[in-house]
């Protein structure tokens, strides 16, 4: 379980993954605080999925925590795809299956990332040609309702309506912290911690703003915006 989720650590944001020196409690510390912040579940359901995910799966609850990244990776979080891919394959908590997870692993590399695709790259090595041709199936079937130009497009629409809501609502998200967002009150850092969303009467909601939309650059770095449709004649190899 801790496998799965330091996988996520150091491959879901790049400020996490530049600091590969620190201790295994301070990355896990810093997912919590980055990614389990009420405050992100409208605008970033993606990234609030995913924590949930990692929580369920931290306790066992395998079955709660397919689902929780299923969601995720329904707004367009590679990282939940890329778990989900390394969890089927392996056997890790789900049931071995490695055509499904060689076809999660794909989705996740759709953005040319580097780490996805080396994972992505390495299972393919080691599948034979009929686990190849089952995924190839799978990985359409997966392309309906997981590839960027379904569930990135479905993600940018929820963030950009939430961010409209925001700044044409001036009490819409008044008092909210965003964890990990610099220029906010530390004093809120307990408060955070305690219930998730901590009370920044000094904040201004620009801030607020600012800091979800650098949140959300780093949540959608590599995809180009372009809806691209078409069927795929083989697998992709990065």
Known sequence: MRTLLLAALLASAPAMASEAMTSAQDQESDFEVRYCNAAISTPLPGDYNLCLGIKYWQAGKYDAAREMLELSSGWGSKVAQRLLGIA?????GLAENRPLGLAWLAMSAERKDPTAAMLYNSALDKSSRQERQAAFTLFQQLQVRYSDSVAATRADRRFQRSILEMRSNPVY???????GAGGFPTAAAADMAADGAGNCSMAADDRFIAALEQRYEEYSAGWSRRVELGTPQTLPRN
């Open 88 to 92: 089927y394959f392996n056997g890790d």
């Open 173 to 179: 998200g008044r008092g909210k912290c965003l964890a």
